[in-house]
């Protein structure tokens, strides 16, 4: 899991500002691109008002920024105090609530997959990528800019989902990364970068930042970088922000009630939501009692293994809960078809394919299954876990009581058809089997005398266990000899 800003170190203090205040490239660079208008993914953090500026000085071009409301959790109206302050122009400062269209058409289609990177983490930061790479282009094209710019590092994830979802959506546009352009490649450098221009820093960033980056939004808050990139260092109790301690969580379980409309939570608790009010409401709920608290050592698209800890107590209920629902919906095969793809939808998502033809094929097919998966699910909560108490469709259920009973069945299902069930899928597991013994038997009787030793007889017949085996598949009877013709009587 990558992060848009550059991971803070662990308690790095600042050195005094005597370095270099100005960006230089990192390398020798070919001619500057010629960019008039750059479109920049905008938090109103350090790093982002950084290079706002940078992108001002170092390819005189005008910037417009463009700030998400996801759910992080924070204001995101002093963005735009901070770029007018920097220069920008009111008309070019986009600021968007999208928490709804995240969940409605991000979130929500990723659990109708059951999505898991590496059969544990629930792709928080992944699913964000996407729209906000859609959002770039869509106000590129409404401003005419020719470029677009974000704050993801060259080491990371997030690179690759902006960029492969900007190329995807519009071919020719010129992408600006500058943590593979400049070489402000230390805090040091950055603060120093800051103070030569104006740009306000907080208390905190100056004494070194967090331990650790973050990662917030509706459906996630992640964790990686500084005191975290040694995998065997436990977190301080004090880094979780969602989500209570499974041991400081309630004595009490909670039951709740899901209500899912193909495949979707329409309502909880019998009380309608909107899908971003569904996705906050079991946040807070799965939060309280400690559930979906995950460390994990990653494999990152560009090559390198990462440790991040992620707290995503929403998506963790989701996930129980609609994998509950489609167990009395889904036919057994179609059921098992999904689990064999869903390594791969989610691999899709983590690698920033969400715009791939192969994605939207795949979710045509998820969601088309997804057409009977209605009723109620309800899940017990206790102190970190989840447990399913109880699941019904009352139009679309496959469970049928009279044929699962261990009680008289009335004849709904005729036990005895089971013998040749079984041998019929029993066949090639018998004639290999026999197959085998007759190998081994051949290969006892051809094993070469020693030297000086008297040749051994051929090998006896295959011992009872090779006999029994042999027997398991009886062999032809042997043809009656031909009678012969009688004689006929005389006339």
């Known amino acids: 899991m990558s992060k848009t800003a550059k991971p803070a170190k662990a308690l790095v203090k600042a050195a005094p500002v005597k370095a270099a205040v100005t960006a230089?490239?990192?390398?020798?660079?070919?001619?500057?691109?010629?960019?008039?208008?750059?479109?920049?993914?905008?938090?109103?953090?350090?790093?982002?008002?950084?290079?706002?500026?940078?992108?001002?000085?170092e390819y005189n071009c005008e910037v417009v920024t463009f700030t998400a409301d996801i759910g992080q959790g924070e204001e995101i109206e002093p963005a735009r105090a901070k770029?007018?302050?920097?220069?920008?122009?009111p008309e070019n400062i986009f600021i968007e609530d999208l928490r709804e269209e995240f969940v409605r058409d991000y979130v929500f289609p990723m659990f109708r997959a059951n999505a898991l990177y590496e059969g544990e983490y629930l792709l928080g930061t992944s699913i964000a990528r996407p729209l906000i790479a859609k959002?770039?282009?869509?106000?590129?094209?409404?401003t005419k800019g020719d470029a677009i710019s974000h704050g993801a590092t060259?080491?990371?994830?997030?690179?690759?989902?902006?960029?492969?979802?900007?190329?995807a959506l519009l071919p020719g546009v010129k992408?600006?990364?500058?943590?593979?352009?400049?070489?402000?490649?230390?805090?040091?450098?950055?603060?120093?970068?800051?103070?030569?221009?104006?740009?306000?820093?907080?208390f905190k960033k100056r004494k070194g930042g967090a331990p650790y980056s973050m990662d917030a939004n509706l459906l996630h808050i992640s964790y990686e970088g500084?005191?975290?990139?040694?995998?065997?260092?436990?977190?301080?109790?004090?880094?979780?922000?969602?989500?209570?301690?499974?041991?400081?969580?309630?004595?009490?379980?909670?039951v709740i009630e899901l209500t899912y409309a193909k495949g979707d939570v329409v309502a909880i608790d019998g009380v309608k939501l909107s899908p971003a009010q569904v996705l906050t409401k079991l946040n807070e709920i799965g939060g309280k009692h400690g559930i979906g608290r995950l460390d994990k050592v990653?494999?990152?698209?560009?090559?390198?293994?990462?440790?991040?800890?992620?707290?995503?107590?929403?998506g963790t209920i989701l996930l129980s809960g609609h994998r509950?629902?489609?167990?009395?919906?889904?036919?057994?095969?179609?059921?098992s078809l999904k689990d064999d793809l869903m390594p791969r939808y989610a691999r899709l998502i983590y690698n920033g394919y969400w715009f791939s033809p192969e994605r939207e094929l795949l979710q045509g097919l998820i969601d088309a299954s997804q057409a009977t998966v209605n009723g109620k699910v309800r899940l017990k909560l206790y102190k970190g876990t989840i447990m399913c108490v109880g699941r019904e469709s009352a139009t679309d259920s496959l469970f049928d009581a009279k044929i699962s009973t261990f009680d008289d069945d009335g004849g709904a299902y005729n036990q005895a058809d089971a013998a040749g069930f079984i041998k019929l899928n029993a066949l090639r597991l018998r004639i290999g089997a026999n197959v085998q013994a007759k190998r081994l038997a051949a290969a006892k009787g051809a094993k070469p005398a020693a030297r000086g030793k008297k040749v051994a007889k051929p090998a006896a017949a295959p011992k009872a266990a090779t006999a029994s085996l042999l027997k398991a598949v009886p062999a032809p009877k042997k043809a009656a000899a031909p009678r012969k013709p009688a004689a006929r009587k005389a006339a």
């Not at 959002?135 to 409404?142: C, G, V």
């Not at 990371?156 to 960029?163: A, H, L, S």
């Not at 400049?182 to 104006?198: F, I, T």
């Not at 509950?324 to 059921?335: F, G, K, Q, Y």
């Open 154 to 167: 060259g080491k990371g994830n997030d690179q690759v989902r902006f960029e492969l979802g900007a190329y």
């Open 24 to 57: 230089k490239a990192a390398k020798p660079a070919a001619e500057p691109q010629k960019i008039k208008k750059v479109v920049l993914a905008y938090s109103g953090g350090l790093d982002t008002s950084i290079i706002l500026k940078w992108l001002q000085d």
């Open 324 to 335: 509950a629902i489609e167990s009395i919906t889904l036919d057994r095969e179609v059921l």
């Open 298 to 314: 990653e494999n990152r698209y560009v090559g390198m293994k990462s440790r991040g800890c992620y707290e995503t107590p929403g």
């Open 135 to 142: 959002r770039l282009i869509e106000i590129a094209k409404k």
């Open 175 to 202: 992408v600006i990364a500058p943590w593979r352009e400049w070489d402000l490649l230390s805090r040091e450098k950055l603060l120093a970068y800051a103070d030569a221009h104006k740009i306000p820093v907080d």
């Open 83 to 89: 770029a007018i302050k920097l220069g920008i122009k």
């Open 226 to 254: 500084g005191v975290l990139e040694d995998p065997n260092f436990e977190p301080e109790a004090n880094m979780w922000r969602l989500t209570v301690s499974p041991e400081k969580a309630p004595s009490k379980p909670q």
